[in-house]
């Protein structure tokens, strides 16, 4: 699942266009600041999170998805577009709002650095949002992507949650508005807020 992978599955346009639903709902009523979008995508999230006052920075592996997303929301949208992998580079610290990851693969890690560092990214004060697929099975039947247990579930992320945190949501609950076509029905949601 390298940028290769990436760039090979965006050769066509991909996804609706549309903001994923189980952001909608948990992000609607917030005070908007500064977020971060995680596995960005074609950018559907991201712009809908600037067009509600966020300044947002979103970042992708593949330079395809980004350039869709780039065009998609036109320059005056003011979303700083990265091509940027946080194992590698993890993001600033303690400096978004809101960090949100919508069905963003992070492979596990012993040290758990990878995460720790999406984690840290969170500023006081601010809200983890993770959403992910629920899927039954390890791999689930019929499922021909890579190993979903191969990758940090939010319930694994919420046991790596110290007291700097309170969780306000860890549900399983239907998908909201699931894209045409689309296999998964089911979302697993976590909403954490970082105290200090
Ligand atoms: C399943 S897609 C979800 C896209 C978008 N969040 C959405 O909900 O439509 C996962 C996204 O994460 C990106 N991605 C995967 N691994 C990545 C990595 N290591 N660093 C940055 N982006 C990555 C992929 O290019 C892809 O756009």
């Known amino acids: ?82 091509q940027t992998d946080p194992r590698v580079s993890p993001p600033p610290s303690r400096s978004f709002d809101l960090v949100s990851a919508q069905y963003f693969p992070v492979l596990h890690e012993e040290d758990h650095a990878t995460l720790r560092g999406v984690l840290d990214a969170v500023a006081p004060g601010g809200t983890l949002l993770v959403v992910s697929h629920l899927i039954e099975g390890s791999p689930p039947e019929g499922w021909s992507g890579p190993d979903p247990s191969e990758f940090y579930q939010p319930s694994e992320i919420a046991e790596l949650l110290d007291d700097d945190w309170v969780i306000e949501r860890h549900e399983n609950r239907a998908r909201v508005d699931v894209p045409h076509d689309n296999p998964h029905h089911a ?10």
Do not use: H
């Not at 999230?45 to 006052?53: C, N, P, S, T």
């Not at 592996?61 to 700083?80: F, Y």
């Not at 979302?187 to 200090?196: G, S, W, Y």
């Open 1 to 82: 699942m390298d940028q290769e992978f990436w760039d090979e599955m965006y050769r066509e346009r991909r996804w609706s266009g549309r903001p994923n639903g189980a952001l909608c709902v948990e992000v609607e009523d917030m005070k908007p600041g500064k977020a971060l979008d995680l596995g960005c995508g074609e950018g559907g999230d991201a712009i809908w999170l600037a067009g509600k006052g966020w300044k947002v920075t979103a970042i992708d592996i593949s330079p395809v998805a980004l350039a869709r997303a780039a065009e998609a929301a036109g320059p005056a949208s003011g979303i700083d577009w990265q």
């Open 187 to 196: 979302d697993i949601v976590l909403r954490a807020r970082r105290l200090r």
